[in-house]
């Protein structure tokens, strides 16, 4: 079982950065992607940036030029900066296995609220 530990989330205000870590611990068999998604209340969770094995990287437009993910041995950051209200959500972790069932692991989630 695949579990995931993210931290960094908080309160920051309009313009400010934040830096969220994610650990994955467990056995993971196969290459696998690691990301970030967000769910700000009353919508559905949405995509924030996301790195396969292979390096590729695919970012929401909304973050493009504001956020950086990067990722090391079952670790995974984003970098947060010129952060807006609209960014306000819980962010979650997620692992993906690139082969076999492609099965999903996600984090508890962390809170990020871009307030004055």
């Known amino acids: 079982q695949v579990q995931l530990v993210e931290s960094g989330g908080g309160l920051v205000q309009p313009g400010g950065s934040l830096r969220l870590s994610c650990a994955a611990s467990?056995?993971?068999?196969?290459?696998?992607?690691m990301g970030w998604f967000r769910q700000a209340p009353g919508k559905g969770r949405e995509l924030v940036a996301f790195?396969?094995?292979?390096?590729y990287t695919n970012y929401a437009d909304s973050v493009k030029g504001r956020f950086t993910i990067s990722r090391d041995i079952a670790k995974v950051y984003l970098q947060m900066n010129s952060l807006k209200p609209e960014d306000t959500a819980v962010y979650y972790c997620?692992?993906?296995?690139?082969?076999?069932?492609?099965?999903?692991?996600w984090g508890q989630g962390t809170q990020v609220t871009v307030s004055s």
């Open positions: 790195m396969q094995s292979g390096g």
């Open positions: 997620r692992l993906t296995v690139e082969v076999g069932s492609r099965l999903n692991y």
């Open positions: 467990g056995t993971i068999f196969g290459p696998y992607g």
